[in-house]
């Protein structure tokens, strides 16, 4: 029996071996975020009051994660999906806060007064596969603008569209980062043309 240890020992060390190699390696998770805002026009780098206040961003419960959301419109659009692994840094909602801040304090100021409160909704913040291999990315944002008068609200919707460079997580980033970069300088402008009146 004192023969068979030294065998057994490396059969269970060869066994173990084996073990090991044949465990599938778990991907390591990509985690993205915005990328670096884009540097605002020359003409509004003065600092001064803005006539608003920015509410952070709400978002749809369905994207109210981290998780990176597409949706398979040939096979079945009704149901939304996310990436395995891939995800947003922060959820988009807070992702989205942090670049309109960043451009509103580059905003050219206005005439003193008191601020209104602007609050923005993220309803559709995706990916939409139209074939396996032919997406586009969807962003969807409600704007509001309150009155420090109490005067009468105002709204704005905006839809953006953009083909995904590729048909993954990667191709729904750059879309969506793209799509944001965008945006951003329409709702500064009309921010301003509510808050500054």
């Given amino acids: 029996m004192k023969r068979l240890r030294p065998f057994t020992a490396l059969l269970a060390t060869a066994m173990l071996l084996a073990g090991c190699a044949l465990t599938p390696s778990v991907p390591p998770r990509a985690v993205y975020d915005l990328g670096p805002p884009p540097a605002p026009p020359a003409a509004s ?3 001064g009051p803005i006539a608003w ?17 597409y949706r398979l419109a040939f096979q079945q659009a009704q149901r939304l999906e996310v990436y395995r692994d891939s995800t947003w840094a922060a ?3 807070a992702l989205l806060t942090q670049r309109l801040r960043e451009q509103a304090a580059a905003a050219a100021p206005c005439t003193p007064r008191a601020p209104g409160l602007i609050t923005v909704h993220l309803d559709a ?5 139209s074939s396996p291999t032919q997406s586009e990315v969807v962003l ?3 704007a509001t603008h309150w009155p420090a008068d109490g005067s009468a ?16 997580a990667t191709g729904a980033v750059r879309g969506l980062a793209e799509a944001v970069d965008a945006w951003v300088p329409q709702w500064v402008g009309w921010a301003k043309g509510v808050g500054c009146r």
């Fill in 45 to 47: 780098t003065a600092a």
């Fill in 53 to 69: 206040r920015l509410a952070d961003v709400t978002a749809a419960p369905a994207i109210a994660g981290e998780g990176i959301a």
């Fill in 91 to 93: 959820p988009p909602a």
């Fill in 125 to 129: 913040f995706e990916q939409v596969f």
């Fill in 140 to 142: 969807r944002v409600q």
């Fill in 153 to 168: 609200a105002t709204q704005q919707s905006w839809r953006l569209t953009r083909p995904a460079p590729s048909p993954d």
